[in-house]
């Protein structure tokens, strides 16, 4: 039996959009919040936290797009075509951010309220956005002679707006416990304050999505609720609520690291439930991995290069973030 390169390639690009989600959530988190938190000092620390480490965590994000292109050309013309208005909304919004990051602590007091808005702006742009395309990816493009058939806003749709907000809201709570974990004081105890409502508001969101998804396309209401897969997913939504259940106990003892962690085991535990929806189609509703992969000579050839990079990746993010580890006080940080 030879090696299953697509199956490999597939592994690969979700693990890298994953890495991105986790990472760039909660800086792109820290962006939503900054409204909550109008004290200059408070902004400048907030922003100190994720300082040495944002454009890093982007890296993924590349990772994913250049692996799709290479290992599933037809899966990258297609999404591209169908999702190219809200994938360019998103990097508009990663540009106003990106500048932002840099200009802000160089800017006059009169001016950085500018700058401000362009951070606010960007996240919330950037992250809607990428949840508007989840949404439309999740709804499927239709496919006619193994290129996008379908119209310029067909991506827009109620489902996507809504996924959008959702994703909005897991950002920030990816923000919330990010800024409990690496500040102190009176920022830290209203982050605190934030995490309790944003982690309710999450499983709202989650459970609506859950159910919205079956009711809307009966191939995946099959996937979930067929035997015996049923059986087999049936741990997701348990160890949904068991997540939660044990973020609030997190928050309520005030613990710095745990909230965040749960976060990220609720972040994994939806992206996992939204990969089961769609598996294995790199096209909804109905190109998969194997019908949309590039020769295995390509493969092969681009997988011996991602397993030297990957690895170098993982090392330098590893590094940055244990040198940058610990509180964040005001008149500290990177800048």
Same mark, same amino acid.
């Given at each position: ?24 959530? +909660? ?28 454009d890093g965590n982007e890296t993924w994000l590349v990772l994913g797009g ?52 362009? $951070? ?7 992250? $809607? ?11 499927? +493009? ?19 707006? +809504? ?10 709570? /990816? ?9 102190? =004081? ?7 304050? /934030? ?72 972040? +994994? /535990? ?43 990746i993982l090392m330098y993010t590893v590094w940055s973030y244990y040198v940058f580890r610990g509180k964040v006080r005001h =008149?500290? =940080?990177?800048?």
């Amino acid at each position: 039996m030879g090696i299953n390169l697509p199956l490999i390639w597939a592994i690969i690009i979700l693990f890298g959009i994953m890495m991105y989600v986790i990472m760039d959530g +909660f800086d792109l988190g820290i962006g939503i919040l900054y409204p909550f938190f109008p004290d200059k000092d408070e902004r400048d620390v907030m922003m100190n936290t994720v300082a040495p480490v944002w454009d890093g965590n982007e890296t993924w994000l590349v990772l994913g797009g250049a692996g799709l292109l290479a290992a599933f050309p037809l899966a990258y013309s297609v999404v591209l075509s169908a999702l190219y208005l809200p994938l360019i909304l998103m990097l508009v919004g990663l540009i106003f951010r990106g500048v932002a990051f840099e200009f802000r602590f160089k800017a006059r007091d009169h001016e950085r309220h500018l700058w401000d808005k362009a $951070f606010i702006g960007g996240s919330i742009l950037a992250t $809607f956005f990428q949840g508007v395309a989840l949404g439309a990816y999740i709804n499927g +493009f239709p496919v006619a002679n193994r290129a996008y058939a379908g119209g310029a806003f067909d991506w827009l749709s109620a489902f996507s707006v +809504f996924t959008g907000v959702g994703l909005v809201v897991a950002y920030a709570l /990816l923000g919330s416990t990010w800024l409990i974990m690496k500040t102190e =004081g009176a920022l830290q105890q209203r982050a605190f304050q /934030l995490t309790r409502r944003l982690a309710w508001t999450l499983l709202a969101v989650i459970a609506i999505i859950s159910v919205w998804t079956p009711l809307s396309d009966q191939a995946i209401a099959r996937r979930w609720f067929s035997m015996p897969n049923l059986f087999w997913f049936a741990p997701v939504p348990v160890l949904v609520l068991t997540a939660t259940y044990l973020l609030m106990q997190a928050v309520n003892r005030k613990a710095h690291v745990a909230p965040f962690l749960c976060t990220l085991a609720l972040i +994994f /535990l939806g992206y996992s439930g939204l990969g089961i929806s769609v598996w294995p189609n790199i096209i909804p509703p109905s190109i998969t991995i194997w019908e949309a992969s590039s020769p295995p000579q390509s493969q092969g050839f681009a997988l011996v290069g991602a397993l030297l990079i990957i690895p170098v990746i993982l090392m330098y993010t590893v590094w940055s973030y244990y040198v940058f580890r610990g509180k964040v006080r005001h =008149g500290e =940080g990177y800048h």
